[in-house]
C-alpha cells in the first residue's frame, strides 16, 4: 500500500506539471504494483488511463512499454486475444525504434504467453528470434531467459530431450 502512496504522489507532481508521457509512465507503474497486489480491476483501469494519456503525444517508446505490460496483464485474465495483439504491437514499437533489448524481452514474453496458451510451436518461433537477437547483441541475461523458454516450450511438445537440453 506504500507503494500506491508514493506512484499515487509522483503522478500528482506530473499531472501538476503537465508532463503526460511520465504521466503515463507513473499509472503504468502504479497499475503493474496494483496487480501485484491483486487489485487487477483498478490496474486495468491505470494501463487504459496510461494509453489515453498518451493519445495527444509522441511517446511510442512508452507506449510500448504500456502495451508490453498491460499485455502481461490481460494474459491473467485469461484476455488472450487482447493480449497477443499488445504483445504484438509492442513488439513492433520495439522493432521501429531499434530497441534490442526491449524486442527480446517482449518476443520472449509473447512466446512465454504463446507456451502457456497451447501455441508452443509458435512459442519456438517467437523464442528462437528473441534469443537470436539477445545472442547478436551481447544480452547476456536475456540470453539465459530466452534458452530457458525454449526448453519449456518444447517441454510443452512433449519433446522432453530438446527441452532438457535447453534446460541444461
Known amino acids: 500500500r506504500e507503494a500506491i502512496d508514493a506512484w499515487t504522489e509522483a503522478l500528482t507532481l506530473f499531472e501538476d506539471e503537465n508532463q503526460t508521457n511520465q504521466v503515463a509512465r507513473v499509472l503504468c507503474d502504479l497499475a503493474n504494483t496494483r496487480r501485484q ?13 496510461a494509453l489515453v494519456a498518451l493519445n495527444n503525444v509522441d ?27 499488445f504483445f504484438r504491437e509492442s513488439i513492433e514499437i520495439a522493432q521501429k525504434l531499434d530497441d534490442h533489448k ?10 512465454w504467453f504463446l507456451t502457456v496458451t497451447g501455441q508452443p510451436r509458435k512459442a519456438i518461433e517467437q523464442i528462437t528470434h528473441a534469443l537470436e537477437i539477445s545472442t547478436e547483441h551481447d544480452l547476456t541475461l536475456l540470453s539465459a531467459i530466452q534458452t530457458d523458454n ?4 518444447y517441454d510443452a511438445l512433449s519433446q522432453y530431450k530438446t527441452a532438457l537440453n535447453f534446460l541444461e
Do not use: F, P
Not at 497486489?37 to 488511463?49: I, P
Not at 526491449?102 to 512466446?111: D, I
Not at 525454449?150 to 516450450?153: D, I, K, N, Q
Open 102 to 111: 526491449s524486442e527480446s524481452t517482449r518476443r520472449g514474453n509473447y512466446g
Open 150 to 153: 525454449l526448453g519449456l516450450a
Open 59 to 85: 511517446d511510442i517508446a512508452t507506449r510500448g512499454l504500456i502495451l508490453a505490460n498491460a499485455a502481461n496483464a490481460y494474459t491473467d485474465q485469461g484476455d488472450t486475444e487482447s493480449s497477443a495483439a
Open 37 to 49: 497486489l491483486g487489485l487487477t480491476k483498478r490496474a486495468m483501469t491505470d494501463y487504459e488511463n
